[in-house]
C-alpha cells in the first residue's frame, strides 16, 4: 500500500513540474509574439470595411446585349462589360513600370495601382465561367514589380462593393470608388487623406445614363434608362487651383477642375481628362504627385488635394512630352500609375513606353503659379466687388474664351485680341490697329478705362463693325 502511495505521488509531482513547465512555455511563447510580431502581423494591415455582398456568389438571371452583360441586383439592372482576357501584355507593363523606376532611381518613388472593372465584383457565379480572373492577372503583374509598389485596391473595393462605386449603366467607377482606392494609396505612400466627410458632395444628377448606352441593341438601352445612375460629385473644401495644359505640356490658363457638360457627365472632370493638368495646393509639404492614367485616374485627382503640394495628370493617350524630364524637371516625388485592367492587357499599354522614350517638343517649363493665395487677388475679382456694369460681357463684342472653361480671356477688335483684363482694367490698357498698319506709331493709348472703352467702340464703328 505504502508503494502505491509513493508511486502515486511521484506520479502526481511529474504532472504538476509538467503542468508548470507547459505554463511557462506557453507565457514565453505570449510574451514572444507580444514583443516579435510574425510576418503576417507586419504586413498585413487593418482592413477598410465598408457596405459588403457577396454578389460573386449568387445566381442571377442574366442576359446579353451585344456582348454587355445585363444582371439585376438590389432591385435594380446593372450591365458590365466582361473581363475575357489572358495574362496579355501584363508582363509588358510590369517591364516598363520596371524600366521607369531604373531610370528615374531610388529618390522617386514609383506606385502602380491596377483598377478591376466591375465584373471581378459583381459577375453573379453562374456566369463567372465566361469570365478571366482579373484578380489572377493583378497578382501576375505585381510578382513582377522590382522596387515599385504595388497598390492592390481589390480587397478594399470588395469590401464596399455594396456602396455606389461602380456605375451600373457606365463602364468606370464612381467618385467614391476612387476615393477608397486613394485612400489606400495615401497610407502606402505615408502622406495625409481627407475624410469624405471634408468634401462637398453634390448630386449633379440622379438620371445619369453612362457610356455603356453607345454598345447595346434597344433592349439593354431601354433597361439602362429605366434603371439609371446617381452622378456625385465630390468638390474638395480645401484651397487649391487648377491649371490646364495642351499635349506638349505647354501651359494654357487657369480654369475649373469640373464644369458640367450635361450630355456627358462624366466628361465634366476637366473636359473628359483630354488635357495635362496642375493642381497646386496649400498642403505644407514638399512632395509633389504625378498621376499616369486611363479614364479611371481622371477623377482620382481632387482626393489628393489635402496629400500633396501640387498633382500634376497626364493621359497614357494625351501626353506627347517627355514624362521622364517632366518628372525631373519639375521635382516630382511620387509617380502612381492608375489604369485598368483593359488598358493594361491591351494595346494601350504601349503608350507607357511612348511617354518615357518619345522626345519633349520643346523646353519644358512649367509657367503656371504654383503658390495658393489665401485671398483672391486678380483684378477681375476686383473689379467685381466694385461695379457689376463693367463686368458684364457686351453682346457688341466678339469675346475669345480659354480652353473649354466658358470665361472670356480676351475681346476681338478688327481681328486682334485685346486680353479682357486690359480691357476691364486701368492696366496698360491700349488698341491695335490692324494688322497691315502694325508698323505705324499711331497705336492709342488711353489714360484711363472710360477713354479706352469709347475709343474702341468709335474704332469699331469706323471700321463698320467686328470682322
Known amino acids: ?92 507593363y510590369s517591364t516598363e513600370i520596371n524600366t521607369m523606376k531604373d531610370r528615374l532611381g531610388k529618390k522617386i518613388n514609383v506606385y502602380s495601382m491596377i483598377v478591376p ?21 493583378m497578382k501576375v503583374i505585381g510578382d513582377m514589380l522590382v522596387n515599385v509598389q504595388e497598390i492592390n485596391v481589390l480587397p478594399t473595393l470588395i469590401n464596399h ?6 456605375f451600373r449603366t457606365d463602364n468606370r467607377w464612381t467618385g467614391l470608388g476612387a476615393y477608397y482606392a486613394g485612400k489606400a494609396f495615401a497610407k502606402a505612400a505615408g502622406v495625409d487623406y481627407a475624410d469624405i466627410s471634408e468634401y462637398n458632395q453634390k448630386v449633379i444628377s440622379d438620371k445619369y445614363i453612362g457610356n455603356l448606352s453607345i454598345y447595346v441593341d434597344d433592349v439593354g438601352q431601354k433597361d439602362l434608362e429605366d434603371n439609371p445612375d446617381t452622378f456625385i460629385y465630390y468638390e474638395p473644401k480645401c484651397k487649391f487651383k487648377t491649371h490646364y495644359y495642351d499635349e506638349e505640356f505647354e501651359y494654357l490658363t487657369e480654369g ?15 473636359k473628359g ?24 485616374g481622371t477623377v482620382l485627382a481632387p482626393f489628393f488635394t489635402s496629400s500633396f503640394k501640387e498633382i500634376y495628370v497626364v493621359d497614357v493617350d494625351y501626353l506627347e512630352a517627355n514624362l521622364v524630364e517632366m518628372i525631373e524637371e519639375f521635382c516630382i516625388t511620387d509617380v502612381l500609375y492608375v489604369m485598368n485592367t483593359f488598358s ?18 520643346g523646353t519644358l517649363e512649367d509657367d503656371a503659379p504654383s503658390e495658393i493665395e489665401e485671398e483672391i487677388t486678380s483684378s477681375n475679382a476686383k473689379n467685381d466687388s466694385e461695379t457689376d456694369s463693367d463686368t458684364e460681357l457686351d453682346s457688341d463684342l466678339e469675346y475669345v474664351y480659354d480652353v473649354g472653361m466658358n470665361n472670356p480671356i480676351g475681346v476681338i477688335i478688327n481681328s486682334r485680341v485685346v486680353d ?37 467702340e468709335a474704332y469699331i464703328d469706323e471700321d463698320g463693325g467686328e470682322d
Open 1 to 92: 500500500m505504502n508503494k502505491i502511495r509513493i508511486c502515486s505521488f511521484i506520479l502526481a509531482l511529474l504532472v504538476a513540474v509538467s503542468a508548470v513547465g507547459c505554463k511557462g512555455n506557453k507565457n514565453d511563447e505570449n510574451v514572444q509574439t507580444k514583443d516579435t510580431p510574425t510576418v503576417s502581423e507586419v504586413v498585413t494591415e487593418e482592413p477598410d470595411i465598408g457596405e459588403h455582398k457577396d454578389y460573386d456568389k449568387e445566381k442571377e438571371r442574366c442576359y446579353y446585349s451585344n456582348e454587355i452583360l445585363f444582371t439585376e441586383q438590389d432591385g435594380k439592372k446593372r450591365a458590365m462589360e466582361l473581363f475575357d482576357s489572358g495574362e496579355g501584355l501584363a508582363s509588358f
Open 117 to 137: 472593372t466591375a465584373c471581378e465584383l459583381y459577375c453573379p457565379s453562374n456566369m463567372r465561367k465566361h469570365i478571366t480572373s482579373q484578380e489572377n492577372v
Open 161 to 166: 462593393n455594396a456602396e455606389n462605386i461602380y
Open 256 to 270: 475649373n477642375f469640373f464644369e458640367e457638360v450635361p450630355d456627358n457627365l462624366y466628361e465634366s472632370y476637366y
Open 273 to 296: 481628362g483630354y488635357y495635362c493638368l496642375k493642381l497646386s495646393t496649400n498642403v505644407n509639404t514638399d512632395r509633389k504627385l504625378v498621376i499616369v492614367k486611363d479614364d479611371f
Open 344 to 361: 493594361v492587357t491591351g494595346q494601350r499599354v504601349y503608350n507607357l513606353e511612348t511617354l518615357r522614350s518619345q522626345a519633349s517638343h
Open 420 to 456: 479682357i483684363d486690359d480691357y476691364y482694367n486701368n492696366i496698360d490698357l491700349y488698341t491695335s490697329n490692324s494688322e497691315e498698319n502694325d508698323n505705324n506709331d499711331d497705336n492709342e493709348y488711353y489714360d484711363n478705362e472710360e477713354d479706352y472703352i469709347q475709343g474702341v
